[in-house]
């Protein structure tokens, strides 16, 4: 089946720094979507963005799926940024979603 | 607006016991989930429907069931629960596979 990569695992940053979460998938997609679980557990979804670049306030996200990897870029980080970002992929010709292991981010004040 | 409630919140249930964990959503979605997360695996489908009286297999379906009778129901149910089923349990749901999943608050299920 299709490899989910999130790159790093961690990453532990102080409050107003940039940074730049990467996802690479093995097989083409139709589908990728990164999410958010903050430390209460809670997930929720950022963007859906199979290919392109969407904005969102101080967040963005890049796919660029020929060449088989989406980015996410947080700016100016704020505490409440904390959590694990989760990037999840849909393969040709599957209907649901493979996630891959999440990069923990923890931002100090 | 709710979105997508799952019951019960938390649950510790003997091995062997039958478990029902329901979810309900009402934003007349026609896709819904099931995800187990476990430390150190992320969240891996159990089963999913793309609609109603639809249902399929995700990657590890293997000691669980699920139905749809109708569009905002999801439940999905544990015939005789063992402790490798300790996790926590995520409901989704879609407009359709291709568009944006909505997760609900989730389920800790602990077998002992």
């Known amino acids: 089946g299709i490899q989910v990569e999130q790159s790093p695992p961690d990453l532990i940053l102080q409050e107003g720094a940039n940074s730049t979460l990467r996802c690479n998938f093995s097989d083409s997609v139709n589908n990728l979507q990164w999410f958010h679980q903050n430390p209460w557990g809670q997930l929720i979804n950022l963007f859906y963005?199979?290919?392109g670049t969407k904005q969102n306030g101080r967040l963005s996200a890049t796919t660029v799926a020929t060449e088989r990897y989406s980015l996410l870029y947080i700016s100016s980080s704020q505490t409440t940024d904390s959590g694990v970002y989760f990037c999840?992929?849909?393969?040709?010709?599957?209907?649901?979603?493979?996630f891959g292991q999440g990069t923990r981010l923890t931002i100090n004040p | 607006i709710a979105g997508i409630t799952q019951a019960p919140t938390s649950q510790i249930l003997a091995a062997g016991r039958r478990m029902t964990l329901r979810c309900t959503q009402d934003?007349?979605?026609?896709?819904m989930y099931w995800y187990r997360q476990d430390l150190g695996l992320g969240l891996r489908l159990i089963h999913y429907s793309n609609t109603a009286g639809t249902t399929g297999k995700g990657e590890v379906p293997d000691g669980y069931s699920v139905s749809r009778a109708n569009t905002d129901d999801f439940p999905l149910t544990l015939a005789s629960a063992v402790p490798s089923q300790t996790s926590v349990y995520f409901c989704?749901?879609?407009?359709?596979?291709?568009?944006?999943?909505?997760f609900g608050p989730g389920t800790r299920l602990t077998v002992l």
């Open positions: 934003m007349r979605h026609n896709a």
């Open positions: 963005i199979p290919s």
């Open positions: 989704a749901s879609s407009m359709d596979y291709r568009n944006t999943q909505y």
């Open positions: 999840a992929v849909g393969p040709q010709g599957a209907q649901k979603l493979v």
